[in-house]
């Protein structure tokens, strides 16, 4: 019904920076969906990294406050998170998501990691 493809991870350097993108399709996709992105590191849960909502507002894990930007292209229905002054801290699988007529969605995952 839905599907999320991600693509922009890799490894990168402390301090470095990191664009990931995600493409939406499906036939019960909407553009005026809430998108977003969440990441799971190992032996942790999945958590909330940002969220775009079709209005325009955003929230953000208060851990990526001031060094993640989510932004969304409702035309190409896509989303993307640039990642800057990327901490170990933030390696993980980032997870590209969006919520549809009340049931979440999720991409595969790409692999973030971050070296001190």
């Known amino acids: 019904q839905v599907q999320l493809v991600e693509s922009g991870g890799g490894l990168v350097q402390a301090g470095g920076s990191l664009r990931l993108s995600c493409a939406a399709s499906g036939s019960i996709f909407s553009k005026n969906a809430p998108m977003g992105w969440y990441r799971q590191a190992p032996g942790k849960q999945r958590d909330l990294v940002a969220v775009?909502?079709?209005?325009?507002?955003?929230n953000y894990a208060d851990s990526v406050k001031g060094r993640f930007t989510i932004s969304r292209d409702n035309a190409k229905n896509t989303v993307s998170l640039q990642m800057n002054s990327l901490k170990p801290e933030d390696t993980a699988v980032y997870y590209c998501y969006c919520r549809i007529l009340g049931d979440n969605y999720w991409g595969q995952g790409t692999q973030v990691t971050v070296s001190s």
């Open positions: 775009s909502f079709s209005g325009g507002s955003t």
